[in-house]
């Protein structure tokens, strides 16, 4: 391999165009948000897991003092929405499917005459059974959260029945043989619990009617055209005639991909004829906002003498709540996750989502990903010590490599697999795996994949020389715009700080699919260089034509073409342009190949074939409290293969905040939840790791470029919350012997389990 | 009806004299009354840190504050930081170390490393991230901040 080329902005440790205004507090968010004449929305939630709605009786409320509009399911008339299923409703109607539920909506002068009216509002409840516990919602005598799941729309990939709302499979060759053959075989249950995204910005909507039927709405949402779409659904409206602006926002990691306030604020909006803001408490985040699902995995893998393993049966079972939001995809994907990066000449492997009357969950940060990856991931360790050999022996004996062919039929290409686990294995020191009493060592591997989903990208030659990029997605702090501006700086011969980037506004930037699936700066960095390209070549014609040359004779070289001595500036080309050529400006979208697959291995897969597949390994080196059993994490490697890094600053900030948000889920985060009630609904009890609780996190990048790549880059944000649990939980085996199957793991678990 | 206070404040070297209502926070009388939209708003109840500004030098969590106790105090807020057009040293090295993300935590986590640097302004790795504690950030997972912090220091102790 040659010597990779070295460029002038792409993979420069540069600083993020929107860090000024971020240090200094001159940066807007959607929170900091108002317009004139604002009112402020409040939202009343059910206190039952399941019932029906006898009466609501709002005229009490209505008079309080400055109430200006109260909205009930039966005041206006909205559709259902849902992203698989039309399952949601904005406010209940007849029914109440979970605690939390909305069911009425106050806008007032300010916040707290709202909080004051919301309860003088009566509401009279029939309480129906409810069922709380997935493997109970799959009986068939169970109570059905919709009774009326036949009518409800869905999308054709959706496999229905009764509480089950959706179902997937991969299936290869013929498990019970490979059982049949195998040396042991090992059969375990783990179980995970449902967490919070973490996002610092509560999730907040000011709405605002323009017309009878148009409405601006500034909000904190992941996708702008999701949102505008979705909120177009629900009002009956033409999406264009519906404005999404994020301002700003603080934090998503998934949790703000689906609607969150918008259409509250817009129908309170509507009904006071106002504009009217909404933002989430802190107790409404931790009681009622999308959580990661809790999921139970069933894993049963048979291997030979060396740890081969020749056949794989797993489920998982995702419990998506009262609404199936993400459920079906995330089921769907957990599939793959539970095959994980290995060879497996066999198997069936089987991921479904199940309605029960628990809160509604989404898509946290790689969805689907640390669950079965904690199943996965434990269960080769149990394997390893079965067998008596070195986990990471086993790993190496089974990995995909350059050429193999995964459970999907799709042929792996990049491969950075073993060296990340060499790297992470060397980096934490694996031949020393018990450093003293109480302290171990334990390592986790996993995939993922760059999702698809289309970007645009507009570009403006500006008068000054500089460059104007208009694109529709958010910039949830990844950086993930800087990069891509870095890209075009590159194609243009500029400094990244010539590039300005607008963003986020449904009516003037292009079509996005939007900051997610860890695919953000790998598809608008393509589009955008496209874009590139093309205004380069109107620039050159103009540029040719000015100086009397030939385009093949000009040189491009600091913001200027040059023929000879004879130069003609960026600034005077568009100032040219401007005044006698119409402008210059160009576009283009981006949408990243489809992968072949087999597709005689799937059934009903969301994502049956993996874009960029990405691989990582974590290793961590930590202490267990022998008489608290609290877990002291002492280092934490990542290493993971990112193709390129475009901005190594900004893609270690990716690895490092993913890997303590995923030690988070490992050791302390849980939204405990009895009988449809979250008990630890605030910041105290609800515990993400502080600065105390993690040691500095070492990244080791690892670079083999993807075909279609910017630059050979592959997506990285969601990858690194993937592998934590499993990495903890092997350590946490190896140090003091428990083996924890159910996440959180705790210094409870450890000490009694 | 509510009973109002008077309120004077010092905030980023300007006098403000004001009328709150008893329950108003300082977090409120910021971002509401002088609308100084830098420290964010977030839990309410003092365990995230995103609030965090200085109160007579110390740093506070302004959401759990109630203003009225504030008459007379020195408030400075993540907007006060600077000197004139220059930045101060813990700015600098937050934006230059990419100890920056989303952002919604970093005027908190810059004011209370701010407030921190100055009852220790040599501190180990170990007491930056105790004393960062109290301000929660979910996009960079620490390491990063820390060394800002670290490099803040140093400049500010070469000074």
Not at chain 1, 177 to 182: K, L, M, V, W
Not at chain 1, 431 to 458: E, F, H, I, V
Request: charged fraction near 20%; proline fraction near 5%; include cysteine.
């Amino acid at each position: 391999m040659s010597a990779p080329k070295e460029f002038e902005v792409v993979g420069k440790r540069l600083n993020r165009l929107d860090g000024e205004g971020k240090v200094t507090g001159a940066a807007v968010y959607a929170s900091d948000f108002t317009l004139p004449g604002m009112l402020h929305g409040k939202i009343l939630r059910s206190p039952h897991a399941h019932a029906r709605i006898v009466r609501i009786d709002t005229s009490a409320a209505r008079k309080m003092p400055g109430v200006r509009a109260v909205v009930t399911g039966a005041s206006q008339k909205l559709n259902r929405f849902g992203n698989f299923i039309k399952d949601f409703e904005v406010f209940a109607n007849e029914r109440v499917y979970h605690v939390g539920q909305p069911v009425a909506g106050i806008a007032a002068d300010s916040e707290y005459a709202a909080e004051q009216a919301l309860r003088a509002i009566e509401v009279e409840y029939a309480e129906l059974p409810a069922v709380f516990d997935v493997m109970e919602a799959l009986d068939k005598a169970a109570p059905l959260v919709h009774p009326d799941w036949q009518s409800l729309k869905a999308a054709p990939i959706i496999v229905r029945e009764g509480n089950r709302c959706s179902r997937t499979v991969i299936k290869v060759g013929d498990v019970e043989e490979g059982f049949r053959n195998s040396y042991r075989v090992y059969e375990h249950v783990f179980r995970t619990s449902p967490v919070h995204a973490g996002y610092t910005e509560p999730r907040v909507a000011v709405a605002q009617w323009t017309a009878s039927d148009q409405a601006t709405v500034w909000c904190n949402t992941q996708l702008l055209f999701d949102t505008q779409s979705t909120l177009a659904e629900i009002f009956g409206i033409p999406p264009s005639h519906i404005r999404v602006i994020v301002p700003g926002i603080g934090g998503g990691f998934g949790g703000k991909l689906r609607l969150g306030m918008e259409h509250y604020a817009m129908a309170l909006a509507r009904a006071a004829k106002r504009p009217v803001r909404v933002m989430s408490s802190s107790e409404e985040e931790l009681t009622a906002a999308l959580f990661r699902q809790p999921a139970t995995i069933e894993l049963k893998t048979g291997v030979d003498r060396d740890g081969r393993i020749l056949a794989k049966e797993g489920r998982i079972v995702v419990d998506a709540g009262a609404c199936s939001g993400s459920g079906p995809l995330v089921a769907s994907t957990g599939t793959m996750i539970l095959a994980g990066p290995y060879r497996l000449p066999n198997a069936n492997l089987e991921g479904i989502s199940v309605y029960t009357n628990n809160h509604p969950n989404g898509s946290i940060r790689a969805p689907s990903g640390p669950m079965p990856n904690f199943a996965t991931e434990s269960q080769m360790d149990m394997i390893a010590e079965d067998l008596g050999l070195d986990p990471l022996e086993l790993r190496l004996r089974n990995i995909l490599r350059e050429g193999d062919i995964a459970v999907n039929g799709q042929k792996m290409t990049a491969v950075g697999l073993e060296e990340c686990l060499d790297k992470a294995a060397t980096a934490i020191g694996w031949d020393l795996r018990k450093p003293g009493p109480n302290r171990g060592k334990g390592l986790a591997c996993g995939w993922w994949m760059t999702s698809r989903g289309s970007s645009g990208s507009y570009l403006k030659l500006m008068q000054d020389g500089t460059l104007t990029m208009m694109v529709g997605v958010v910039e949830m702090g990844t950086g993930a715009l800087t990069g891509a501006a870095q890209v075009v700086a590159e194609e243009m011969g500029m400094k990244l700080t010539d590039i300005n980037v607008v963003s986020a506004d449904s009516l003037t930037t292009p079509y996005d699919f939007g900051s997610q699936g860890s695919r953000t700066m790998f598809a608008v960095a393509n589009a955008s260089r496209e874009a590139a390209r093309d205004l380069l070549e109107k620039m050159r014609t103009r540029a040719a034509k000015a100086l009397g040359t030939d385009e093949q004779a000009l040189v491009m070289r600091d913001k200027a073409f040059w023929s000879d001595e004879k130069k003609i500036t960026f600034a005077e080309i568009a100032a040219q342009a401007n005044t006698a050529g119409g402008g210059l400006i160009a576009e283009a979208t981006y949408i990243a190949p489809a992968v072949e697959h087999d597709a005689s291995r799937v059934q009903n897969h969301f994502s049956p074939a993996w874009p960029s597949p990405s691989f990582h390994v974590h290793a961590t080196d930590l202490s267990v409290d022998e008489v608290l059993g609290e877990v002291t994490i002492n280092r934490y490697v990542v290493a993971q293969d990112v193709g390129y890094a475009i901005n190594p600053t900004y893609l270690e900030g990716q690895l490092e905040g993913g890997a303590v948000q995923g030690v988070g889920q490992a050791l302390s985060e849980e939204i405990i939840i009895a009988n449809g009630h979250v008990k630890n609904g605030n910041l105290t009890d609800y515990k993400m790791p502080t600065a105390m609780d993690v040691p500095k996190i070492e990244v080791i990048l690892v670079t083999h470029p993807s075909v279609a790549g910017p630059y050979g880059a592959k997506g990285v944000g969601e990858p690194p919350t993937i592998q934590p649990p499993a990495a903890v939980a092997n350590a946490v085996a190896a140090a003091c012997g428990k083996r924890i199957m159910h996440l959180p793991i705790t210094a409870e678990k450890i000490l009694l389990g | 009806m509510t009973t109002m206070h008077e309120l004077n404040l010092t905030v980023n070297g300007e006098e403000w004299q004001l009328a709150v209502k008893g329950a108003e926070t300082l977090l409120e009388v910021l971002r509401k009354h002088l609308t100084l939209t830098g420290a964010k708003s977030n839990c309410l109840e003092g365990e995230c840190g995103v609030c965090a500004v200085l109160v007579n030098g110390r740093v506070v969590n302004s959401c759990i504050l109630i203003a009225a106790q504030c008459n007379g105090a020195q408030i400075t807020t993540v907007e006060g930081l600077a000197s004139g057009e220059t930045m101060h040293a813990l700015q600098t090295a937050f934006l230059n170390r990419g100890a920056v993300q989303c952002g919604y935590c970093i005027p908190g986590m810059i004011m209370t490393a701010a407030g921190y640097l100055k009852e220790n302004p040599a501190p180990t790795e170990e007491e930056i991230r105790e004393g960062l504690c109290g301000t929660l950030c979910r996009c960079t997972g620490y390491t990063k901040i820390v060394e800002a912090v670290q490099e803040a220091a140093q400049t500010m102790g070469a000074k």
